[in-house]
Nanobody, 120 residues
Framework: QVQLVESGGGLVQAGGSLRLSCSASGSIFGFTAMAWYRQSPGKSRELVASSASGGNPDYADSVKGRFTISRDNAKNMVYLQMNSLKPEDTAVYYC??????????????WGKGTLVTVSS
């Protein structure tokens, strides 16, 4: 089965950096879109950064210039480098992936999330 596992969350002071990692498994032909979402209390889950296979990354306006998404397709890994963190970045961050081909294509998969807390 397809499984996504995030890691790298934690507590950091404003202005600091964190690197989130997501390990994906279970797709024969890899994944098309891979992305990072986040959700804060009282808010809906929002897209932070996305990366389609062979395409350019896309970012939410609030994180442009500070966050960088990258992929290692050979290892089915996706990363989110977060720099110049702000308290408003505090949220649970979720990894998202969609299988490219095969029996699981067309379905969305999510990790359990990793908490990022940015203090003032």
């Amino acid at each position: 089965q397809v499984q996504l596992v995030e890691s790298g969350g934690g507590l950091v002071q404003a202005g600091g950096s964190l690197r989130l990692s997501c390990s994906a498994s279970g797709s024969i032909f890899g994944f098309t879109a891979m992305a990072w979402y986040r959700q804060s209390p009282g808010k809906s889950r929002e897209l932070v950064a996305s990366s389609a296979s062979g395409g350019n990354p896309d970012y939410a306006d609030s994180v442009k210039g500070r966050f960088t998404i990258s992929r290692d397709n050979a290892k089915n890994m996706v990363y989110l480098q977060m720099n110049s963190l702000k308290p408003e970045d505090t949220a649970v961050y979720y990894c998202y992936a969609r299988p490219q081909l095969g029996p699981n294509s067309g379905m969305d998969y999510w990790g359990k999330g990793t908490l990022v807390t940015v203090s003032s």
